[in-house]
């Protein structure tokens, strides 16, 4: 139900708002943010009561500014007026343009009337004072009398239409009601014609009746005027804290963005238009007004907002089990990315002595392994133009051209078809191809055959003029930043500052730059494999620089950067299509959490193992729950990201074998497989046969399971020597053996060329 409600508020607001379901006092609408808070109720609330404040907080969604709480602040106003008029005409727009609503407002507020919700029970509608009359008024209360003086104010209220005149109504009213202090009492409905001062009201032309509840569809002005659901009393600030969300703004220029999330509460909202929602907890909701005057003895207040916001809290359930709200943060990921020519030269300082055996070995032993691949490289070139035509082919259009064959006209007699064709093929699509490598400890193993799997990729790319970009994530390259993260706003995940994303290769590469970064990619990890040979005759494998070394797996955080770079990439590059590929071997570090109103990082993202939590992106205006699981976190960042990117492929290959055999084990198939959708003993025979195994993934397009190890080896083997002499039908064999197994070693590139072939 509440999911429906949700729904319908941002229909209703003609925007994708973000709804939020909270345990606090009351409803609220976060103008800046674009944020409509619902506190989530006990039982014992009617439907016509909520419905009631879903629609008053779309009229603050839609009408309500934040230069019109600005302006209430600079001219001192009352806040409880100005919130109370505002209501009144933000109600009237809701009314005039959903018809439907007026019967909502009408039976929501009758509703609230009959609990005593107004606080009036004891003394009657009309023993109130001008500005509660006018509440009562406009929130449809039978029976509120006005004199003929009063009735200038209340005309002038239905005739509202602009900000500048609800200010100016709030500003001519508080004086009217200090100057005459005997509109503050009204006896039980005596009206009350002269004031006795003898001060009169502005004039107005228009002189309605005295009655305040025969109005009908726009007419209803009164109560579309009033209607305060949640900003009069449905989410209005306490007295003593009237006005704070337009003084908090001054205290918060530093553009952090305060407001309510997560369930959190904060007094440090951070602009005028945070009006409710950013203390939702003590009854601050979508209320305007200015320093809040009232309160103090001698000096005109609404009691009726007061008493109906105070009432409105014991609707709330405050002790509820809440979801957790974090959003996407805004990231540079130019500050995040180390880009290839840094790389090169850091890398190019470190290994820097020409006289270094190991350096001069390593060296041939890349070019030997590009030489050996090129043949094979060449192989899948081929295979992939081959496929990328037969895929335009099976997509072609033929149709008629409108023109007759004269070739065919003999035929006439028999033959139906005597125009010509034309056969349309569809254009290509232009991919691109973005890899991104987990540069962590468990990697070791794993590194030399995920290097050579990678180079073929970078080669086939560069031969076929894919654009590419490859990173690889890690916590060491900003090493002295450990426990500490990027600066994020209130309510924004953070994450690690220590983590940046390596340019190890691009399509912008130079011939010379590239086979530089290969030198230097296939030293390291060829020393992290420890895949020595004997060192009197390749010399010791150096160590890369500190800052190079593996670390943690701050996936998480490189997903949210990728979410900055990605679209960035998409239109610099002009593909049309990118694949996102992910190379990891385990899960990811945890993000730290959600910045909290103290400033503090909290980790309630990760508590609850329920789907109580939500993550809001704020760039597409979409919302995605999970439980608070890592590995759920992961695939909802991947769909997050996916979101930010149409159309884009994310493709994952988990390295599930460890060791030099790298062989997956039978509990690591269990854990895997625990979905029960593939037996562990067919994935284990899958994977011996294909030496990989995809499977069904919640946040990747593709998600396949590798070997590890020797498993990922390239084999560049031509046919054995002690073939010679044998059989036409035996060489064939061994050739068709040898090709297959060439081209099966090479996963990632064999899969890519599948997948944009």
């Keep these: 139900m509440m999911k429906k409600k949700n729904t319908i508020a941002r229909l209703l607001a003609e925007e994708d708002i973000h709804v939020v379901n909270k345990a606090m006092d009351t409803a609220y609408f976060n103008i800046k943010k674009r944020e409509l808070g619902l506190p989530i109720w006990k039982d014992e609330i009617s439907k016509d009561e909520e419905e009631l404040m879903v629609c008053h907080e779309i009229g603050h969604a839609l009408w309500t500014s934040l230069e019109m709480l600005e302006k209430a602040k600079e001219r001192g106003l009352n806040h409880s007026f100005v919130n109370i008029l505002e209501d009144a005409r933000i109600e ?5 343009k959903y018809p439907g609503s007026v019967n909502l407002f009408k039976k929501g507020y009758t509703a609230l009337a009959a609990r005593d919700f107004f606080g009036i029970a004891n003394e009657g509608v009309n023993a109130q004072n001008l500005i509660d009359r006018i509440n009562l008024h406009f929130k449809m209360m039978p029976g509120v009398e006005f004199s003929d003086i009063e009735k200038v104010f209340v005309n002038r209220a239905e005739k509202l239409e602009t900000e500048d005149e609800v200010l100016d109504l709030a500003e001519d009213l508080y004086k009217f009601m200090e100057e005459n202090p005997e509109t503050d009492k009204h006896d039980d409905g005596e009206s009350n014609e002269s004031m006795g001062s003898g001060e009169s009201a502005p004039s107005d032309s228009s002189d309605k009746g005295s009655k305040g509840n025969s109005n009908d569809g726009d007419e209803n002005s009164e109560m ?7 900003d009069d009393g449905l989410s209005n600030d306490s007295d003593d804290n009237a006005g704070s969300g337009l003084k908090e703004k001054e205290e918060n220029e530093d553009g952090n963005d305060n407001s309510t999330a997560g369930g959190d509460t904060t007094d440090n909202s951070d602009d005028a238009g945070d009006d409710a929602g950013d203390d939702t907890k003590s009854g601050k909701g979508s209320e305007v007004g200015g320093d809040g005057k009232d309160g103090n003895a001698g000096i005109p207040e609404a009691k009726t907002d007061t008493a109906l916001k105070e009432a409105l809290k014991s609707l709330a359930d405050g002790n509820a089990a809440e979801k957790v709200y974090g959003r996407i943060p805004k990231v540079d990921s130019s500050k995040i990315i180390v880009d290839y020519k840094t790389i090169i030269d850091e890398l190019g300082d470190h290994y820097s002595p020409s006289d270094d055996k190991w350096i001069d070995y390593s060296l041939g032993e890349v070019k030997e392994f590009k030489n050996d691949s090129k043949k094979t490289v060449s192989y899948m070139v081929k295979e992939f133009e081959m496929k990328k035509s037969a895929d335009q082919y099976a997509r072609a259009a033929t149709s008629k051209t409108g023109t007759l064959d004269m070739g065919a006209l003999h035929t006439y007699k028999f033959n139906d078809d005597l125009f010509k064709k034309v056969t349309t093929l569809p254009g290509a699509t232009n991919h691109g191809m973005v890899m991104v490598l987990d540069w962590s400890g468990s990697m070791c193993d794993n590194m030399k055959g995920t290097v050579e799997q990678l180079l073929q990729l970078v080669m086939f790319c560069r031969r076929t003029k894919i654009p590419f970009e490859v990173f690889a994530f890690t916590s060491q390259y900003n090493r002295d930043s450990y426990h500490s993260y990027i600066d994020v706003n209130y309510g924004e995940l953070a994450i690690a500052k220590n983590m940046n994303l390596l340019n190890f290769f691009s399509s912008k590469m130079s011939a010379a730059e590239e086979e530089k970064m290969m030198h230097y990619l296939w030293m390291m990890a060829k020393r992290y494999n420890h895949t020595y040979d004997n060192w009197s005759e390749t010399g010791y494998p150096s160590n890369p620089p500190a800052n190079y070394y593996l670390g943690g797996t701050p996936l998480n955080d490189a997903i949210i950067a990728l979410m900055d770079f990605l679209p960035k990439y998409k239109k610099a590059s002009g593909v049309q299509k990118i694949n996102t590929i992910f190379l990891t071997d385990g899960a990811s570090n945890q993000l730290p959490g959600v910045k909290d109103n103290n400033g503090d990082i909290n980790g309630d993202f990760y508590q609850g193992f329920r789907r109580d939590n939500l993550l809001i992106d704020p760039v597409t205006n979409k919302r995605y729950e999970f439980d608070g699981h890592n590995a759920e976190i992961t695939d909802t960042l991947l769909k997050a990201l996916k979101g930010r990117v149409p159309g884009m492929n994310v493709v994952g290959f988990f390295l599930a074998g460890q060791g ?22 067919a994935a284990m025979a899958r994977m011996r046969k294909d030496k990989v195994v995809m499977l069904d993934s919640k946040g990747y397009d593709q998600y396949f399971i590798l070997p590890g190890g020797e498993g990922l080896a390239v084999e560049n083997d031509g046919l054995n020597d002690d073939l010679a002499g044998a059989s036409k039908a035996k060489l064939k064999t061994a050739f068709a053996k040898s090709n297959k197994g060439r081209i099966q070693s090479r996963v990632l ?5 599948a997948l944009v072939a």
């Design 749 to 753: 590139l064999n899969k890519f060329v």
């Design 224 to 230: 579309d005027k009033s209607g305060s659901s949640a």
């Design 92 to 96: 009237k727009f809701v009314k005039r």
């Design 660 to 681: 030099r055999k790298g062989t997956v084990t039978r509990n690591t198939w269990y854990y895997i497989l625990r979905n029960g959708k593939v037996s562990v003993d």
